[in-house]
Structure formats: structure tokens, C-alpha cells
């Protein structure tokens, strides 16, 4: 084993017995002795490291080169055909108590899955470098950032830690004074020495069709093994700023949540922020970079994927994005459908899984209306129009600085107080454009009960639903029971300074099948009646399950939205939310006794106000 002279242990030559950074030091042996890598590398996140690494990749075979009149500063990678997604079949929680995980995460005993992991890993970086990447979520040294280390046998996640966190020597330089730090650990699973030592060839994307994604909650550690994609590779991302970071957030006292950020601007120059979570497919990043079509409001990007919330000193919650980068779904991004992603991944980005044109570009459906003649598909084959498949994978992806972003926020780096907070599945029925919350513990049961409907209730039946709480199914470090009550907890410290909490749902369809309402830029103008409504400027209508425009509220100058359409728009039937009511409580009934007593208040009371409104409607 070779260990690199520049080893920034040289750099500090007063380090604190006991301290994190003597357990950093002893943490990186550890794993060497057990991985075994021929080489170690400490990385300083330099731009001349980023490009030596780029070239090993392109040298290798494992980044292709984009034209550079083109694309400039950026590389296409293909990854093998079984390491494309997310592994949510082998992403486990290992919490000291099974009940803590709760039923929505894969529990494992954590002394068994440490023995399990110490087998795979074992050799698992034999004839590989091993990189030990230190990283910040959230400015470095900011009030809410939090700081990891990864080891990785990747260059491809080194240079993609570099585009999403904030990496190198300043982050090692707060370890060095102190500051505790969250441990992952990273192997492709494909060492390039057998037993015998013998070096054998890599392979443009090596992986292992066994894999593990494991997260440790009480001794914040990650450990993933086999793939190289994504989330499953890049731990700074839902692992940590998800998974661990929630339960450090309900240790600690603030919420880590899977929202986008962004600031919205008045025409009377007033600016407010908002936090939204919405599942995948419901239109989060097209909120992230909105373009509103209403005269006089601006808005302005934050963050698109992951944010931490806590009370400020002035009693208000306060934001940030912990991310410093974006990590999009290609397919669908288009120059119709949100123009602002095109711009930004015009330079220096990395693509993963997409198609290259003839001419050195990429391409994905939905870029354009037309697909090109030809392009070599994500698979590296000759595709056409006529060839039958998709010519980038669906979950094909994007990884660029947020800083390119042409819509970027000047305090986007920054926290700043959080005026509303919104929640969104995808619902064809009975759920409203726009509700509001009666009060922050309606707002959590919204939360909880966000869901989204198969193909057989796009047709008309309500009885289909896949529920995604908080959009933070997958990503839950502890009981997702437990999750609604620190968010209860949480709003009443905060009192009457908590954010408004509403539901939208941009989706509904009328009778004929058509979506009612035009989504995209036009949300805005459903975001103008939220915010209004922030400033106590107008009234609502109550209804049963929360408050709704006045119809003559919602700007829809120039729309193509008849009165009838609005109507459907908003229309609570009290039979069908009845039916949800029940299904409702048979989702909460997995959780048992740990469900928060407050969800039955709030169930109660709308059943007894659908109810009324049921008798109201017969008598009439």
C-alpha cells in the first residue's frame, strides 16, 4: 500500500489527542486494512484535481468527452445495465431497536450487518486507490452545515462529491478544530487483484451485482457497497442529508426534509420563502426553476432536492440547502418544460445514462419535440427513431454546480426564515389545486397523508393510492410514526411564528380525462393566492378539509380556465373524502400506537364536518 506524501495529516502538527481528526486518522486506517486498496488519496477539492481525475477517467475509458463547442467542460459516463437506479430492495436501517426503524424501512440487526458488511468488504479495494473524500452540507462552517467524510474506490463520486458538496481542505481544517463528522464508506465491490495479487483489467463501469446501502443511526455511519450510481455512491446525498441527517435532526431538535427552496418576489417588492415536498413525478423541479406568467412576481432558486430546517434565534424556521449542486432526472427536462435546467447543464456537467448525438452533444427524450436521425444510445448502441427503446435511460440523470443555475437566489447559500410550506402528490381526484392548513397540526397531517394515484385511479378510482408521507418514504432514518410527532413537537415550540402550511395538487383531471388545470409557469399564480394569503391580504372559504380561494381570488387573466373548470378545480365531494378518511386510517393503522394522538383529532373533526356538509347537501 502506498499512502499519498500529501497525506494533509502534514498540514496540522497540533492535533488534539482524542479529537475527531485523531479519529478520522484511525477511522481511514481501519477501513484500508480491511479494503485493502493499493493506493490512498487525501482529496483537497482543487480545480487541478478535478481535472486530473477527469482525464484518468477519460484515459480509462469511463467518461466520454462532449463536444467542446457543444457542451464545453462536460462528459458523458454509461453505467452497466444492473447499477442504474436507486436499490431500495437492499437499502437496510440498523438501528439498536427493530421498532425504531418502524415498518417503511428494511430493518437488520446492526452486530449481524456489521459481520455481514466486514465479509463484502474485505479485499474490496485491492488494486484500486482509495479516495478519502471530506465534505460539508451547507457552507462550511455555517450555523446549520453538518460535515462527512467518504471513502470511495470512485473518481467518478469523488468528481461528483465535488459538484454536490462543498469538498476539501477547509472541510478537514474544521475537523482539525473540533468539529464532529459523519463517517461513509463506498466500494464498487470489483477489486482488481484476486488473492493471488495479480492485476486483472477494469471494466468501463465496475460494480457488483450484490449490493448494500446501510445506514447506522446511532453511530451516524453509512456503509454501500456494489453500485456506483448515485444515491447509492454519493452518501453525502439521501443517505446522509436524508437518512442519517433526520435522525440527528430529531435528536437535535430541527427537521431535514426532502423540499425544495425557493424565493418568490411580489410585485410590491416583497420577498417571502418557501419550502415544497413533493414525490417524484409531481413537478419539483419545475417549481424549483419557475417562471411565473403573471406580471410583477419573480422566482427565484434555492435548492430543488434536499432542505434543513431549524428555529432561528428570532423564533422563526429558518433553511438552507445543504447541497451545493444538482443531481436531476434528464428525461423530460426540456426547453418547453423547464428551460432554466436546459441553460444550466449547457457547461461543465456530467451526464449519466443519456444519449450522444452524432455531433459530440447529448440528447434525452423530451429535450426536444423531434428526436435526432440517429444518436448511440445510454447502452452504447446505434439507435434511431424506429429502434423501439428509450434512447436514455428514463432515469438517466444530470450532475452540475447549483451556481450555474441563471435563476440562482443571491442568498442561496445562505438560511433565511421560511413563510410557507407546501406539500403535493399527484391526485386526478378529490384533492383541491390549493388547500390551506386550519393550523400547523392540520399542516402535519397534510404532510403525512401526501399520496399519489396508480394508473387505475387516474381513471376514476380513489381506492389506489401510493403514499409517500412527507415525500420522505424512502429516506426516513427512524420510525416514520415518530417523524409526524417531531414535527408536532417542532411546531409547538415555534407557535404562532410557524410557517402556513398548505397542499397543492397541480394534477386533477375533469371528467373527460383532461388536466384542469395548466400547471408549469402557471402555478405561480397559484403561488400568489398562497402567499396573499401569508399576508393576511384575503379571506378563504372554508370547507371540510381545510380553506380554498374564492374563486374571483385566483388570477386566471388569460387562461383557458372556465368557471365550470375552476369549480371541478375545488370541489370537495363529501362521499369520495369520506372514502379517503377510512383509507387514511388504515394507512396509519400500520404504525400502531405510535401514530400521534393529535391525527385522530383531525380525522375526527373532518369526517364530522363531511358529514355536515353531506346533510347540508341532501337537505338542500
Known amino acids: 500500500m502506498i499512502t499519498n506524501p500529501n497525506h494533509p495529516a502534514r498540514l496540522e502538527h497540533n492535533v488534539v489527542p482524542g479529537s475527531p481528526r485523531v479519529r478520522l486518522d484511525a477511522w481511514v486506517a481501519d477501513v484500508a486494512r480491511l479494503t485493502q486498496p493499493d493506493d490512498i488519496v487525501w482529496c483537497d477539492g482543487s480545480a487541478e484535481e478535478s481535472r486530473r481525475l477527469t482525464r484518468q477517467l477519460v484515459a480509462e475509458g469511463k467518461l466520454v468527452e462532449l463536444n467542446p463547442d457543444l457542451r464545453p467542460g462536460s462528459y458523458l459516463a454509461r453505467t452497466s445495465a444492473n447499477d442504474v437506479a436507486r436499490v431500495e430492495g437492499r437499502t437496510f436501517t440498523c438501528s439498536v431497536d427493530e421498532d425504531d426503524a418502524g415498518p417503511t424501512n428494511q430493518w437488520r440487526d446492526p452486530v449481524e450487518m456489521r459481520a455481514e458488511l466486514d465479509g463484502v468488504f474485505a479485499g474490496s479495494m485491492r488494486g484500486r486507490t482509495m479516495y ?137 417588492n416583497h420577498t417571502f420563502h418557501v419550502a415544497a415536498a413533493f414525490p417524484s413525478a409531481c413537478g419539483k423541479t419545475n417549481l424549483a426553476m419557475l417562471q411565473p406568467t403573471i406580471p410583477g412576481w419573480t422566482v427565484e432558486t434555492i435548492g ?33 418544460t423547464n428551460p432554466i435546467a436546459v441553460e444550466t447543464v449547457r457547461a461543465n456537467t456530467i451526464f449519466t445514462n443519456v444519449a450522444l448525438t452524432d ?81 400547523w397540526k392540520h399542516g402535519v397531517f397534510l404532510g403525512a397523508t401526501i399520496s399519489s394515484e396508480q394508473t387505475a385511479a387516474a381513471e376514476g378510482s380513489v381506492g389506489s393510492l401510493r403514499r409517500d408521507p412527507f415525500a420522505m418514504l424512502p429516506f426516513c432514518g427512524y420510525n416514520m410514526a415518530d417523524y409526524w410527532s417531531h414535527w408536532l413537537d417542532v411546531g409547538d415550540r415555534l407557535g404562532s411564528r410557524a410557517p402556513k402550511i398548505f397542499q397543492v395538487n397541480w394534477f386533477r383531471k375533469g371528467d373527460d380525462g383532461s388536466y384542469l388545470w395548466p400547471g408549469f409557469g402557471d402555478n405561480s399564480r397559484v403561488l400568489e393566492w398562497i402567499l396573499r394569503r401569508v399576508e393576511n391580504r384575503i379571506p378563504a372559504v372554508r370547507v371540510p378539509i381545510g380553506e380554498v380561494p374564492r374563486l374571483r381570488d385566483l388570477d386566471v387573466s388569460g387562461l383557458d380556465v372556465t368557471r365550470d373548470r375552476l369549480e371541478q378545480l375545488f370541489d370537495v365531494d363529501p362521499d369520495s373524502w369520506l372514502a379517503e378518511c377510512d383509507l387514511t386510517e388504515e394507512f396509519f393503522a400500520q404504525f400502531g400506537d405510535r401514530v400521534p394522538p393529535e391525527f385522530a383529532d383531525v380525522l375526527r373533526s373532518t369526517r364530522y364536518s363531511l358529514h355536515s356538509a353531506r346533510f347540508v347537501e341532501k337537505v338542500a
Not at 411 to 418: G, I, K, M, R, V
Request: hydrophobic share 40%; aromatic share 8%; net charge negative.
Open 132 to 268: 478519502v473524500v471530506p465534505f460539508s452540507l451547507g457552507p462550511v462552517g455555517g450555523p446549520l452545515s453538518q460535515l462527512g467524510v467518504e471513502i470511495t474506490d470512485s473518481a467518478y463520486v469523488v468528481l461528483s462529491m465535488g459538484l454536490m458538496t462543498r469538498l476539501g481542505d477547509r472541510v478537514l481544517r474544521e475537523i482539525n478544530a473540533g468539529t464532529p463528522w459523519v463517517a461513509t464508506v463506498h466500494s464498487l465491490g470489483h477489486p482488481l487483484r484476486g488473492d493471488d495479487g495479480a492485476l486483472q483489467e477494469d471494466v468501463a463501469w465496475p460494480s457488483n451485482d450484490t449490493k448494500y446501502i446501510v445506514q447506522f443511526p446511532e453511530t451516524r455511519e453509512i456503509w454501500s457497497y456494489g453500485s456506483g450510481y448515485g444515491g447509492n455512491a454519493l452518501l453525502a446525498k439521501k443517505c446522509f442529508a436524508l437518512r442519517i441527517a433526520s435522525v440527528m435532526a430529531r435528536d437535535e431538535g430541527w427537521l431535514a426534509e426532502h423540499m425544495l427552496l425557493i424565493k418568490v418576489t411580489s410585485p410590491e
Open 304 to 336: 430543488d432536492d434536499i432542505a434543513w430546517l431549524k428555529q432561528g434565534s428570532d423564533g422563526r424556521l429558518h433553511a438552507i440547502n445543504p447541497e451545493a449542486g444538482f443531481f436531476g432526472v434528464a428525461p423530460g427536462t426540456g426547453t418547453l
Open 359 to 439: 455531433d459530440g452533444d447529448v440528447w434525452w427524450e423530451g429535450l426536444t419535440p423531434e428526436a435526432p436521425a440517429h444518436l448511440i444510445d445510454w447502452t452504447g448502441a446505434d439507435w434511431t427513431p424506429s429502434s423501439g427503446t428509450p434512447a436514455a435511460h428514463p432515469n438517466s440523470r444530470f450532475t452540475v454546480s447549483i451556481d450555474q443555475c441563471p435563476t440562482l437566489a443571491e442568498d442561496a447559500h445562505e438560511s433565511f426564515p421560511l413563510d410557507a410550506i407546501l406539500f403535493g402528490g399527484r391526485r386526478a381526484t378529490n384533492v383541491p389545486l390549493v388547500v390551506q392548513a386550519r393550523d
